[in-house]
């Protein structure tokens, strides 16, 4: 059973860092594109990073380049973002994803919740 599980979610103040973990169980992660997406309040659910099966291209959308870092531990089956110089506008709840090739092929954690505040 595919499951994903997010951690490390909690109040930070601005500029502050820090690193976000998603477990994964049921298949390998190193196989797979992973993804982290954002959805802040009365928002869309956005991109934040992805990271190809195998670790061999990362991409960020443009307000986290330079500041998130996608990265992935083979070993303990989990992918992790670095998340830095934080700001209140990177206040969201994060989601892990991973686009797997059985039904229903999306798959979702239940999200970690970032705030970024005084």
């Known amino acids: 059973q595919v499951q994903l599980v997010e951690s490390g979610g909690r109040l930070v103040q601005p500029g502050g860092s820090l690193r976000l973990s998603c477990a994964a169980s049921?298949?390998?992660?190193?196989?797979?594109?992973m993804s982290w997406y954002r959805q802040a309040p009365g928002k869309e659910r956005e991109l934040v990073a992805t990271?190809?099966?195998?670790?061999?291209?990362?991409k960020y959308a443009d307000s986290m380049k330079g500041r998130f870092t996608i990265s992935r531990d083979n070993g303990k089956n989990t992918v992790y973002l670095q998340m830095n110089s934080l700001k209140p506008e990177d206040t969201a709840v994060y989601y892990c994803?991973?686009?797997?090739?059985?039904?229903?092929?999306?798959?979702w954690g239940q999200g970690t919740q970032v705030t970024v505040s005084s």
């Open positions: 994803n991973a686009v797997l090739p059985i039904a229903p092929y999306d798959f």
């Open positions: 049921g298949f390998t992660v190193s196989r797979y594109a």
């Open positions: 990271t190809t099966s195998g670790g061999g291209s990362t």
